[in-house]
């Protein structure tokens, strides 16, 4: 179920430790007669400064209650405003594979091929690159 779903985000996001705070910015729910669509922005700010902005869009079918996510853009940048990385779903660059899922690496030109990702999976992706960053300083 999609609240389900995002009180799992919500405990993610409480749960980090390079989370210095988090900005809703938006998060509604609405129901059609055949399926419910959530839709969430988060602006979280990172305690190196830098800041990720979480939108996503879900829908379930309230027959089965499988939901999927529709529109996604997760947009990672530095303290200076530098973008990190960006995956998102807008449907430009259809030659790439995986169309259109796709990431953003270092620049917006800079642009791989992506695969469908959702809220949970990126804040466990960048909690790795965090988690490995902090263990190379360590050394």
Known sequence: MITHYLDDINDALSSYEWI?????IRCDLEETDLKRILFYRFRVHLSDGGQL???ERLVESKEDGEFS??????HWQ???GTIIKRWDNAPHFS??????????IGTEDHVVSGRPINGLQILDEINQEFFHANKKNKK
């Open 95 to 104: 030659g790439l594979d995986g169309f259109p899922h796709h990431i953003h």
């Open 20 to 24: 210095h705070f988090i900005e809703t």
């Open 53 to 55: 902005e979480i939108v």
């Open 69 to 74: 996510s529709t529109k996604y853009s997760f």
């Open 78 to 80: 530095d303290h200076a």
